[in-house]
């Protein structure tokens, strides 16, 4: 009887190691596919700001009146008004979207289904004057995929 519950104690002991790494590993691998959901979005948001599609940019963006932008010292709130302001700026008269750049990031998932992005933006326009800085986003997921939340560009 002692053999057979140093068995069962023993079998007991193998099954929770070897059933405790698989969780790991999925959260690792959950981590990495977020990462290239979340890096993926952003690809698709720089191409279409290379192709002049404002509209395509934004749908990067979560299409909610809670959207937040923060730039400078202007807060815009909603998806509505950061197109506008996009569009402003950037389509207004004797302006250009120019070619869009993102580099250094790091995305960092909280959560599943929530991830913050730190990075850098560079913007050639068409006379070779560039501008640039740093963003940081915020993104969830939602059912239609990952958008941004928040976003603080300088």
Do not use: C
Request: avoid cysteine.
């Amino acid at each position: 009887m002692d053999t057979a519950r140093s068995v069962l104690a023993i079998s007991l002991v193998l099954f929770s190691v070897l059933f405790a790494q698989p969780p790991y590993s999925l959260a690792q691998s959950s981590a990495g596919a977020q990462k290239s959901a979340v890096r993926a979005l952003l690809a698709r948001q720089v191409d279409a700001w290379n192709r002049g599609d404002l509209e395509g940019f934004m749908a990067g963006y979560w299409n909610s009146p809670e959207l937040t932008f923060f730039s400078g010292a202007s807060v815009t709130r909603g998806w509505e008004p950061t197109l506008a302001r996009y569009r402003q700026k950037y389509q207004g008269e004797g302006k250009e979207t120019g070619k869009l750049d993102f580099f250094d990031l790091t995305v960092t998932p909280l959560a599943p289904g929530a991830a913050f992005v730190r990075g850098h933006w560079r913007l050639q326009m068409k006379d070779g004057q560039p501008s640039g800085g740093l963003f940081t986003l915020i993104l969830r997921q939602f059912s239609t995929g990952w958008k941004i939340i928040h976003d603080h560009t300088s």
